[in-house]
């Protein structure tokens, strides 16, 4: 089970971290993905964690903005997000996978409910 948490209205260039809180899975054999769908959009991969928590990618427009970490003692996975853009406007989403950490939807089994994240002045 996963239990995304965190998001709320923010302003532009601000700041925001979202949790991903992981039960009944091993984040050492499960990738960990972040994705987000805006209204009238496809979900869409902002970043992945690997295995084990070795590597984390970003998708181009979120590298040097956004930043996943790992609590191996609380099981969670963060995303830390700075300079907020009215454009990161979405519900998000963390899911977890048993195959290579990937920014498609297909790559993940499990998904946890989505937390709004709204960027507005």
């Known amino acids: 089970q996963l239990q995304a948490s965190g998001g709320g209205l923010v302003g532009p260039g601000g700041s925001l971290r979202l949790s991903c809180a992981v039960s009944?899975?091993?984040?050492?054999?499960?990738?960990l993905g972040w994705f987000r769908q805006a209204p009238g959009k496809e979900r869409e991969g902002v970043g992945c964690?690997?295995?084990?928590?070795?590597?984390?990618n970003y998708a181009d427009a979120e590298k040097g903005r956004f930043i996943i970490s790992r609590d191996y003692a609380k099981n969670t996975v963060y995303l830390q997000m700075n300079g907020l853009k009215p454009e990161d406007t979405a519900v998000y989403y963390c899911a977890a996978g048993s195959g290579p950490p990937g920014r498609y939807i297909y790559d993940y089994n499990y998904w946890g409910q989505g937390t709004q994240v709204t960027v507005s002045s």
């Open positions: 009944g899975l091993s984040l050492d054999f499960h990738a």
């Open positions: 964690m690997s295995r084990g928590g070795g590597s984390a």
